[in-house]
């Protein structure tokens, strides 16, 4: 009898998630992410899968996040026609996201054949292009939480919230073979407790394997409540001088969750001062997806959302779609908040505010996601004085504020007491973290809880029926 794990992705990394699961004679594969940071690390995206996507008989998906949805088009372009299980909000967000993900691919392979055609060098091909992600779209199935379904003749799923961005789950899987039962459990990414918008992270009590994210496995997060307290100082501040304030903010999760704040706080902030722009096309569409998915909020976002229904939420938000509209906030040298993308600022429309900003003294840039070493929203953290922005020098006279407490993930704290809450202690392999984050996390679970835990290495496989 065979049931098996195989770790072929996020393996001592946060990105590329992608693990197999074999049960007899059928294969599942947990996720399908695509490897994001270095140059030298993203080329890994072109190589071939380490199976025969044709061999797979389906697919779960986490999460929408595009470092465990974004090789699922390379996926069905190589010959995957089985059906791809997920929560309902993240098929409706991936929609979104793998079409966005193929269409800056398709911009950067053009980019880049141009300068190889000058240089004598043949083009190359895109990963893949807005046509595969449309394809891909086709294969999805959208589930809700909490309802068992049997999606092979021997799996079982079902999925929990997982509470890290909408739609996110935690992925249960009754396999069999010859027999026997064995249970998987995959926590995706999980999200933080007492978060704002969706619910807290859901336990789950059973398990014979537990395949588990380690991202922030070394570190505790400052609370929402500072933050709220560090984002009004920004604002009572930026109001007194008259400037704008910038945020670089990613397109899913993030920019919800400032609007959230800035709506909840609207009177208490003397908001009305101000005009709030949206000003990405991406974060407009997953707002409206998060808008359709209303009954994943959480008591608190479920009570503001049913208040102001008839109202704008935000009375002072604009939402610019088009370039001219983004472009015409140049023109306004104080009294905006701008949010927009990308979130590390290394592409998107805030490079283009950054440069109408940044020189200025009364201007005020809000960090408030993990900035990856060798982007511009690093060094910003980091205290540059000046930046490269399309090859001119500009001056950093803007105060920049990074504020820390609004990770997505659960921190060493919210994970160990996430897998506390199995009834016995079932064997863990780690995923999905840096060395010092998936060390320090195996070694709280061992030494607080007494949990057998094995770091994964990529390839590596554990048999179900001896999971030890
Ligand atoms: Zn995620």
Not at 35 to 54: T, W
Not at 79 to 99: E, P
Not at 161 to 178: F, P, R, T
Request: aromatic share 6%.
């Amino acid at each position: 009898m065979t049931i098996e794990l195989q770790v072929l992705g996020a393996a001592g990394e946060v990105t590329g998630s992608c693990h197999l699961v074999t049960a007899g004679d059928k294969k599942i594969l947990l996720d399908c992410g695509l490897i994001q940071g270095r140059a030298q690390d993203e080329q890994r995206n072109k190589a071939p899968f380490p199976f025969d996507p044709k061999s797979i008989d389906a697919v779960v998906l986490s999460h929408a996040h595009i470092d465990h949805s974004g090789r699922l088009p390379m996926l069905v372009k190589a010959g995957f026609n089985g059906t791809i299980y997920t929560h309902r909000a993240s098929r409706d967000l991936c929609r979104i996201m793998l079409k966005d993900s193929a269409f800056l691919n398709e911009k950067d392979i053009e980019w880049e054949n141009r300068k190889r055609l000058r240089k004598g060098l043949k083009p190359v091909e895109a990963l893949y292009t807005v046509d595969d992600a449309r394809l891909a779209m086709t294969r999805f199935k959208g589930l809700v939480y909490d309802k068992k379904v049997r999606i092979l003749p021997n799996a079982t799923l079902r999925l929990k919230d997982a509470g890290h961005i909408l739609g996110s789950s935690i992925v249960e899987l009754w396999l069999e073979d010859a027999g026997q039962v064995r249970k998987l459990v995959f926590s995706g990414d999980i999200g933080r407790p007492g978060m704002p918008i969706l619910q807290d992270p859901a336990f789950v009590r059973e398990a014979d394997l537990v395949i588990m994210e380690s991202t922030y496995g070394d570190r505790l997060h400052r609370s929402w409540e500072q933050t709220l307290v560090e984002v009004e100082k920004v604002v009572r501040e930026t109001g007194s001088r008259k400037g704008n304030i910038l945020i670089p903010a990613f397109a899913v999760g993030r920019t919800q969750e400032i609007l959230y704040m800035l709506a909840r706080h609207y009177e208490a902030w003397n908001l009305q001062r101000w005009q709030v722009f949206l000003d990405s096309p991406l974060a407009i569409e997953a707002t409206r997806v998060f808008t359709q998915h209303s009954d994943l909020f959480d008591r608190e976002m479920t009570e503001l959302w049913q208040q102001n229904r008839a109202q704008a939420i935000l009375p002072n938000l604009h939402l610019s779609r088009t370039s001219n509209q983004s472009m015409a906030l140049n023109r306004i040298h104080s009294g905006a908040v701008i949010i927009a993308g990308s979130g590390m600022c290394s592409g998107g429309r805030i490079k283009q505010h950054l440069k109408h900003n940044i020189w200025r003294h009364n201007c005020h840039v809000i960090i408030s996601g993990f900035q990856a070493q060798g982007t511009l929203g690093r060094a910003l953290v980091d205290g540059a004085k000046f930046i490269r922005l399309w090859g001119e020098t500009v001056r950093v006279a803007a105060t920049i504020h990074t504020v820390g407490g609004l990770s997505a993930h659960a921190d060493r704290n919210g994970l160990k007491n996430w897998y506390a809450h199995f009834d016995q202690r079932p064997p863990v392999v780690l995923v999905h973290g840096e060395a010092a984050a998936l060390e320090s996390l195996r070694d709280t679970l061992k030494t607080e809880l007494g949990a057998p835990v094995t770091i994964a290495g990529q390839g590596h496989r554990v048999d179900l029926n001896r999971p030890d």
